[in-house]
């Protein structure tokens, strides 16, 4: 099973930013598809962002399109969320996960990290 380590959270302003991190265990993390979800107190978890197996693909949730940036860097087992101009709407517990294919259902990833919090204040 693949176990993930997250990274990054934290409490910052309105329209700073931040960099979420994800370590993955194993040396297979190439072979996986990331993304990252959030899911917000009282709301259903939604789909952030996604990168294909060799990072050429990504795709964004239209809420975070032009802001965050999804990356990964396969050397290092590690998939990035590199977050500006964050708003107060942003706060959520951030989850990676991984799966076979880059697509934007929760349904459709295997394993998930533990989750980090990212709060944005006023």
């Known amino acids: 099973q693949v176990r993930f380590l997250e990274s990054g959270g934290g409490l910052v302003q309105a329209g700073g930013s931040l960099r979420l991190s994800c370590t993955a265990s194993e040396r297979a993390f190439s072979t996986y598809a990331m993304a990252w979800f959030r899911q917000a107190p009282g709301k259903e978890r939604e789909f952030v962002a996604t990168i294909s197996r060799r990072g050429g693909d990504t795709y964004y949730a239209d809420s975070v399109k032009g802001r965050f940036t999804i990356s990964r860097d396969n050397a290092k087992n590690t998939v990035y969320l590199q977050m500006n101009s964050l708003k107060p709407e942003d706060t959520a517990v951030y989850y990676c996960?991984?799966?076979?294919?880059?697509?934007?259902?929760?349904?459709?990833?295997?394993?998930w990290g533990q989750g980090t919090q990212v709060t944005v204040s006023l």
């Open positions: 996960a991984a799966g076979p294919w880059a697509v934007v259902t929760f349904s459709g990833y295997d394993y």
